[in-house]
Each structure stands twice: as C-alpha cells, then as structure tokens.
C-alpha cells in the first residue's frame, strides 16, 4: 500500500470541485451578451492577470460589480445557487476515495457564505467546509491559509491544497508550506496552465481521479528517498 505524503486535503471551490458555468452564463445573459463574448472577454482578463471585476467593468463601464448586483436583485434575478448538476462528475468519487483511505478533507474557497449550506446539503463525504466571506479573508492572504492549516489542526507539510489558479492557490499554499496541487480546468486552469511557472506545482492533474494516484505517487516518491 502506497505512504500517502500528507494526512488531510483541501479543495479550492469554484472550478475546483464546482462547474461555475451556470453562474457566468446568468450573468452573460442579463447583460443580453453572448456567452461566448462574455467568455472571450473573461479569458482576456485572465490572460492579462486582473480581477474578474474587470470584465464587467468593460460590459458596464463607470458601473461597480455591487451596483451591477444590486440592479440584478431589482430585476429580480438572483446569482443561481450551487447544485448537485454543478458538481464535476469526478467530485464525489474524489472525495468517497479521499475518505476511505483515511485522509481529512475540506472545502473552503473564496465564496459567499451561502455556498457553505449549499455544499453541505450536498451530503458531501468531507469533514469541513467553510466560506472566504464567513472567515473574512479571502485568497491570496497568507492569513486564508492559515485558517486552512487551523481547520485541519496539522502541520502544513502534511496538508495538502487544490485549486486552479496559480495566484489565488498553488503560489501561496506552497508559502504556507502546503503541498501544492493545480488542476487544470476552468478560464483559469486552463490559462494558467501553459504559464512555465506551473512547474512549481507538487503535482499537476486534469481530473480529481488523478488525484489519489497522484499523492500516492509522491508519497511513493518520498518513501523510497
């Protein structure tokens, strides 16, 4: 049996374990935008390393991503909440497999409060969950990591984190000391993938069912070093 080289693992949310598709396309559609637009236009933004904001900053020049909100809400047009249909297909099994070889796994990205109910009543088989918002700190801030390394009471070397962006998650989880794990999928990943800086990651996956033999690997690695 494979040493595995950490004992928990934590999952970046959006374009991690979640397909946030839906969300942009509402967005794309209330701004009666085409979606590939819309989508060309985040991947610019992307590739130039600015906040997403920016994108609706070009739509809706001299109007703020709050005002923006606000005048959803008085459309009556609310963001969609996550659902079942949004997980990845690879998520669960990611995470059934994660659980049954013993390791402590969570969920914690920079997301709105909501998304902590929306995940549990998921019946996801993690220990923790948690929000950017309710914490307070959000992604790239070493303060967010620390949290992580609070919530799965550990060493940071024995904590590993997955996520699809350079910035917001392999860069400053391998500050912390963490394991480093990019995946690549999602505007980011995908973008964030052909940058020679990606070589920095502890292991590159294109899928969660990589993920497993992948530590398993590195653990592999570790044991016979």
């Known amino acids: 049996m494979s040493t595995l080289p950490v004992r928990a693992v934590f999952f970046d949310v959006g374009e991690t374990i979640l397909d946030e598709s839906r969300f942009w396309y509402s967005w794309a559609d209330w701004l009666r935008v085409p979606r590939f637009a819309f989508f060309g236009l985040l991947g610019s933004v992307i590739e130039r390393g600015e906040h997403h904001?920016?994108?609706?900053?070009?739509?809706?020049?001299?109007?703020?991503?709050?005002?923006?909100?606000?005048e959803r809400r008085a459309d009556g047009v609310l963001d969609p909440v996550a659902e079942e249909r949004d997980l990845y297909p690879d998520t669960r099994p990611c995470l059934q497999a994660l659980a049954a070889a013993g390791l402590r796994v969570g969920l914690v990205g920079n997301q709105p409060?909501?998304?902590?109910?929306?995940?549990?009543?998921?019946?996801?088989?993690?220990?923790?969950?948690?929000?950017s918002e309710r914490w307070g700190v959000a992604k790239p801030a070493p303060e967010f990591f620390e949290r992580v390394i609070d919530?799965?009471?550990?060493?940071?070397?024995?904590?590993?984190?997955?996520?699809?962006?350079?910035?917001?998650?392999?860069?400053?989880?391998?500050?912390?000391?963490?394991?480093?794990?990019?995946?690549?999928?999602?505007p980011w990943g995908f973008i964030?993938?052909?940058?020679?800086?990606?070589a920095q990651a502890d292991l590159q996956i294109d899928g969660l069912d990589e993920l497993l033999p992948g530590l398993q690997r590195l653990g592999g690695r570790g044991a016979d070093g």
């Open 53 to 70: 904001r920016k994108v609706f900053e070009l739509l809706r020049p001299g109007v703020t991503l709050d005002a923006l909100r606000a």
């Open 113 to 131: 409060q909501p998304i902590e109910s929306a995940l549990a009543e998921m019946g996801l088989q993690v220990d923790f969950i948690a929000s």
């Open 151 to 186: 919530a799965a009471a550990l060493p940071p070397a024995q904590i590993a984190y997955v996520g699809d962006r350079l910035d917001n998650d392999m860069f400053p989880a391998r500050a912390a000391g963490m394991l480093a794990v990019f995946i690549r999928r999602g």
């Open 192 to 198: 964030h993938a052909r940058r020679p800086e990606v």
